[in-house]
């Protein structure tokens, strides 16, 4: 099965398994950044609300949290924090959540008959991870080797980008993203790395500013040690 498959690919994040499932508490889930589905988990009624009707509750409970923190909410910075969070969750950072938000590809014949690897590196990421609801950001490299058919080179950029736009755990994104290009493309040799830095690791937790996080996925010729090692190569990363 195609999920196993591709969960496989993922390197030991921090010495835990992504595949790990049990035997964790949630404090130790949240800390470890174990990813267990290939989906973003997500409610069968997910899209009945509209958005402005998210928005409205949104903001009515973000409302709640502030003052529960002790906020007092009339004060003039403190009055739209609330909208304003809950703009930011629907339509900006959480908005890769919706499908009818996903980038529309157009495919292109490969006229120049370029049959070499296309690399698109040091794509900006920013996300935000599904354990703290803070930010992951980093730099995603993805590459794929064409099979007759090429995509707009901004489009790689915009399909990092609308699966970063969820609460994630970098290992889902990573297959996520290259699921994508799998299917957009119709083939398998597809390469993405990504390389980020948590704030929840940074800012909080173990509070650690150095330490960033390495996931990959190889597909198809990218399993072949020459063709990795060229991919590498041009990210320069080992
Ligand atoms: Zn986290």
Redesign the pocket.
Known sequence: MKLNETLLNIPQVNGTSALSESGFTIEEI??Q?VGTSLETPMREDAFLLSNEEKKAIIARKFRDIMETLGLDLTDDSLQGTPDRVAKMYVEEIFSGLDDRNKPKVALFENKYKYNEMLVEKDITLYSN?E??F?PIIGRAHVAYISNGKVIGLSKLNRIVRHFAKRPQVQERLTNQIANELKEILETEDIAVVINAE?L??ASRGIEDTNSTTVTAFYGGKFKENATKREFLDYIRME
Request: proline fraction near 0%; include cysteine; aromatic fraction near 0%.
């Open positions: 949240g800390d950044h991870c354990h703290h803070v948590h929840c690791v």
